[in-house]
């Protein structure tokens, strides 16, 4: 999403040629239209074919990889990282989209805004542990994890019946760590601040 969206800014000719591409990759996550809701009037046959919003957990304020389909021990997310840079490449690729439709609004972009706030959001919550009181946010307000777990600082998977301080690949600092920190972009910065 995000290169789709940088390709779009520099060549509008990309937008118009791959657009059907493109928001299919989107709206296979961040689809804002149900069986039920008026389709989008350029696009309606894409926005059929595609679940509501598939991966996002909107009780929990984030999104499980695993979409529709739980694991035995319900649905999960290990990177966050990846989930943030979806929707803010998503963001980033409906501003871009729009500003060459011939009947845009800013409905579209202000959908994939709220699903990058709330992915935000729940990130801070579930995957980022601040232990130390003064470095608390607004996103930090409360200690969910023990403070023994909590001295990791970061989560390495998140599920709807467990959280662990481990990947799929290894139990390593390291791994936890960056697998929630990769991919870099511009969102990285309001994701992990200075605290």
């Known amino acids: 999403m995000y290169a789709s969206a940088v390709?779009?800014?520099?060549?509008?000719?990309?937008?118009?040629?791959?657009?059907?591409?493109?928001?299919?990759?989107?709206?296979?996550?961040?689809?804002?239209?149900n069986a039920d809701s008026q389709m989008h009037p350029d696009r309606s046959s894409l926005h059929g074919m595609f679940p509501f919003t598939?991966?996002?957990?909107?009780?929990?304020?984030h999104s499980f990889a695993s979409g529709l389909f739980p694991f035995?021990?319900?649905?999960?997310?290990?990177s966050s990282g990846e989930s943030?840079?979806?929707y803010y490449g998503a963001y980033l690729?409906?501003?871009?989209?729009?500003?060459?439709a011939k009947h845009s609004t800013n409905e579209e972009?202000?959908?994939?805004?709220?699903?990058?706030?709330m992915e935000m959001r729940g990130v801070k919550t579930y995957w980022h542990m601040v232990t130390d009181p003064e470095k608390k946010n607004s996103y930090h307000t409360s200690d969910i994890y023990n403070p023994l777990f909590a001295k990791n600082l970061m989560v390495g998977n998140v599920g709807m019946m467990?959280?662990?301080i481990a990947t799929w690949f290894g139990i390593e600092p390291l791994y936890v760590h960056m697998i929630n920190f990769l991919p870099v972009t511009a969102i990285t910065s309001e994701l992990?601040?200075?605290?």
């Open 84 to 86: 943030v840079n979806f």
């Open 93 to 100: 690729w409906t501003k871009v989209s729009t500003a060459y």
């Open 54 to 61: 598939r991966h996002k957990s909107w009780f929990d304020s």
């Open 72 to 78: 035995a021990d319900g649905k999960s997310l290990e």
């Open 192 to 195: 992990f601040d200075k605290r």
């Open 7 to 33: 390709l779009g800014k520099l060549n509008s000719t990309f937008v118009e040629e791959q657009r059907d591409a493109i928001d299919a990759l989107l709206l296979d996550v961040a689809n804002s239209h």
């Open 109 to 117: 972009v202000d959908f994939v805004r709220l699903l990058l706030a």
């Open 162 to 164: 467990d959280v662990t």
